[in-house]
């Protein structure tokens, strides 16, 4: 299994200790929610702040 960490910057899901959107190190395991986000120009994405397709944390703890 993939440990998987969040972005406490961008709240990107990602794997590892870099986050590759924002270059963050500032991680954490603790969250709440995920969203998946397939397309940036989404009003999903747009209401995230979110840049890129990926999967997301609705709120880092
Ligand atoms: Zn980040």
């Known amino acids: 299994m993939v440990r998987e960490k969040a972005c406490k910057n961008c709240r990107r ?3 590892g200790d870099i ?3 924002c ?3 500032d991680m954490t395991r603790s969250w709440r929610g995920t969203v998946v986000v397939f397309d940036a120009e989404s009003e999903i994405a747009k ?3 979110v ?3 990926g ?3 609705i709120e880092v703890k």
Do not use: L, Q
Request: charged content about 20%; overall charge positive.
């Open 13 to 15: 899901i990602v794997e």
């Open 19 to 21: 986050c590759p959107m």
């Open 23 to 25: 270059k963050s190190t």
């Open 47 to 49: 209401g995230m702040n």
């Open 51 to 53: 840049k890129a397709a």
């Open 55 to 57: 999967r997301y944390v």
